[in-house]
């Protein structure tokens, strides 16, 4: 039996069933990583401590002890979200060598539902970028193609499902790091509402705008996750009280009567022609199970990227000064004081892209330019919010396209920060506002690369979400596509 074929709905039932093990099933995808992850480089490690975890799942199975929801799943994690005793680095030469003491509220909620964590995944450096390029482990390729990147910067968690090393992986999402990369690889990759996953754990990047949420094949597996990691933590003075209600229960509810505004400013300029067609494509089979369709304006989208790359660098710049060289950071050898020390273990730890952001972020908050910068763009940013609370009073989801390109080459972009920027274009409004947005598997291009179709809804209406994605993929075969196949 090829499990790598199967959903993590299918395994989670198989398990249950006991027509299959959580050793057999730990064993046979860490095998497929050994066997396939040298030239994809999805992974930076895996656990050591997987099969022994699965073995134990078994014994407590085979005796009649109680399991958890997942039990004996294996769920990859992006390796900027702390693993006890597993190494985490964000990608970065500054954590090459720290081993958390603990472990993330999500990862704990993971293996409190019995899935086993068999691995990290690569990623760009502390999460800055959208391809997986900046990486100190070196760059991810996508699966479809070894010539173009998986997106970024949870790629890793991304191209791994792609290539079935994994059935369900875990990213976070600043300004699309999800969702962007679930468009280039062809996977589903779901940012829940802001404060809905606790943060506790996360190595953070823009605190107001981070997210932790999962990847997988299809909404419904998803779902199932969602419905283990999602609730309040005492740990995050972020997290929202609000209930968490089952998010599979409702996936096979009727769309009659569901209104969802198609996002004008989503196709102007810059939006692939194939893109477009593929997104169009897709309101029809909506609208074929009832859903009522609507133009509607998002009117300062324009300004969504630059508010975002002044916001998330002035964070960055405040959250990344604690990597000093001081306690379990990389530090420089041959400082002969302590700010010298200080200053070459930040130039040898920080990759060019860390740096760049740490430097625009500071230089935003300083003495003279903070009201030029930084409150102006929070001001554009509760403008944006303004706009979907408005939307949102007229339709029930925010529909248009992930990404206005599918995945580009490796290279094509590294000298263009403007072109890698603008790579996040329709998803960043979504981190600014706090609300949820899923990506899904809508076609593939004439060139053979995925398309991505992106759903957004009201703050904690994950399960419209999750619902209208299944329902889509009741209907179409684009998520069951594998690379090559």
């Not at 079935?164 to 990213?171: E, F, N, R």
């Not at 209104?259 to 102007?268: A, L, M, P």
């Not at 990404?403 to 072109?419: C, D, S, V, Y």
Request: glycine share 8%; net charge negative; aromatic share 8%.
């Amino acid at each position: 039996m090829d499990l790598s074929t199967l959903s993590a709905a299918e395994l989670v039932k198989r398990l249950s069933s006991g027509e299959l093990t959580a050793e057999s099933c730990t064993e046979s995808f860490l095998e497929r990583i050994k066997d396939r992850d040298s030239s994809l480089n999805s992974f930076v490690s895996t656990a050591e401590s997987a099969i022994s975890a699965a073995q134990a799942i078994d014994e407590r199975r085979s005796t009649g002890q109680a399991v958890g929801a997942l039990a004996g799943l294996p769920v990859a994690v992006k390796d900027g979200i702390c693993t006890a005793g597993i190494a985490t680095t964000a990608g970065s030469r500054m954590l090459e060598k720290f081993v958390p003491a603990f472990d993330a509220t999500m990862v704990k909620q993971l293996l409190s539902a019995d899935a086993v964590v068999i691995g990290k995944t690569n990623m760009d450096e502390f999460a800055m970028g959208s391809s997986t390029e900046n990486s100190f482990f070196g760059v991810t390729k996508n699966p479809w193609s070894d010539q173009h990147v998986p997106g970024g910067s949870s790629g890793g968690s991304a191209a791994c499902v792609a290539a079935d090393l994994a059935p369900v992986s875990i990213g976070s999402d600043t300004g699309g790091s999800i969702r962007q990369p679930a468009a280039f690889c062809g996977i589903t990759g779901l940012k829940p509402t802001y404060g809905r996953v606790s943060r506790f754990g996360l190595i953070a990047f823009a605190s107001s705008l981070d997210q932790i949420g999962p990847m997988a094949r299809s909404a419904e597996d998803c779902g199932l996750v969602m419905n283990v990691i999602s609730g309040h933590d005492s740990n995050d003075s972020t997290s929202a009280k609000n209930d968490v209600p089952d998010f599979t229960q409702t996936l096979n509810d009727s769309l009659k009567g569901l209104r969802i505004g198609i996002c004008k400013e989503h196709f102007g300029e810059g939006l692939d022609s194939e893109i477009e067609s593929a997104v169009n494509e897709s309101v029809k089979v909506l609208e074929s199970l009832g859903a009522e369709t609507v133009e509607i304006s998002l009117p300062h989208t324009p300004y969504a990227v630059a508010t975002y790359y002044v916001i998330a660098p002035c964070e960055a710049s405040s959250n990344l000064a604690r990597f000093d060289g001081v306690r379990y950071t990389h530090r420089a050898a041959t400082a002969k004081d302590l700010t010298e020390m200080y200053c070459q273990s930040r130039a040898e730890g920080f990759g060019e892209e860390v740096k760049k952001r740490i430097m625009l972020g500071t230089y935003a908050l300083s003495s003279g330019y903070y009201d030029a910068y930084y409150l102006k763009a929070s001001k554009v940013r509760r403008m944006i919010k303004h706009d979907y609370d408005s939307a949102f009073e007229k339709v029930d989801l925010i529909l248009g396209p992930t990404t206005p390109t599918t995945a580009f080459k490796i290279g094509e972009h590294t000298q263009n920060a403007l072109a890698m920027y603008l790579a996040d274009i329709y998803t960043v409004s979504a981190n600014l506002a706090g609300v949820p947005a899923i990506s899904i598997p809508c076609g593939l291009t004439s060139a053979g690369m995925p398309v991505g179709l992106q759903l957004q809804a009201r703050s904690f209406d994950e399960a419209s979400l999750l619902r209208v994605a299944h329902q889509f993929q009741l209907q179409t075969d684009w998520h069951t596509r594998r690379p090559n196949a």
